[in-house]
T-cell receptor, first 108, second 115 residues
């Protein structure tokens, strides 16, 4: 079983839509969770990280962690074409584990 | 702050050759990480340094792979006797202890092609 599971998509939404990206994880020992955005042929870019259950908001982005169900989510409000990228969830401890990434396309 | 830099950006080599990649972290960052990413996959953790000490190594890091960070600044990743399965993007990231290691800033990567 992988440490982090993520639906690879692809996901295609119209501009302005709310996007929901989801991951599950398997080991409760890890408590930090991160979301990265990766454009084609670029390194990942950190969007948000959180360590507790609940929501963390930053602009149009909200990260949500539910430790009881081992579920992490990223919500993007008012999605823009510039949000088109691959979104990676990750968890961290002594080592770091990434999901496979979800490819998102926002259509103008 | 010029960000994390990696050199070279692209490397093509023949199977069996040795290759070495360099990573220069953000100047005040004392933690440095190496990852490998193949097409359609997320980054796979390889190893990380705090200053010059290599603190964690993934079981993915076979005997053919070695990483160093001799003065706690830049780091090198060497792959000996390359195999076609080593073809991937090799990513470096850095962070500060204040970031808990979770605010990692990635470089642009070195794309390795083994022919």
């Amino acid at each position: 079983q992988k440490e982090v599971e993520q639906d690879p998509g692809p996901l295609s939404v119209p501009e302005g839509a709310i996007v929901s990206l989801n991951c599950t994880y398997s080991n409760s020992a890890f408590q930090y969770f991160m979301w990265y955005r990766q454009y084609s042929r670029k390194g990942p870019e950190l969007l948000m990280y959180t360590y507790s259950s609940g929501n963390k908001e930053d602009g149009r982005f909200t990260a949500q962690v539910d430790k009881s169900s081992k579920y992490i989510s990223l919500f993007i409000r008012d999605s823009q074409p510039s949000d088109s990228a691959t979104y990676l969830c990750a968890k961290g401890g002594n080592q770091f584990y990434f999901g496979t990434g979800t490819s998102l396309t926002v259509i103008p | 702050d010029t960000g994390v830099s990696q050199d070279p950006r692209h490397k093509i080599t023949k199977r069996g050759q040795n290759v070495t990649f360099r990573c220069d972290p953000i100047s005040e960052h004392n933690r440095l990480y190496w990852y490998r990413q193949t097409l359609g996959q997320g980054p796979e953790f390889l190893t990380y340094f705090q200053n010059e000490a290599q603190l964690e190594k993934s079981r993915l890091l076979s005997d053919r792979f070695s990483a160093e960070r001799p003065k706690g600044s830049f780091s090198t990743l060497e792959i000996q006797r390359t195999e076609q399965g080593d073809s991937a993007m090799y990513l470096c990231a850095s962070s500060t202890p204040a970031g808990g290691g979770y605010e990692q800033y990635f470089g642009p990567g070195t794309r390795l092609t083994v022919t």
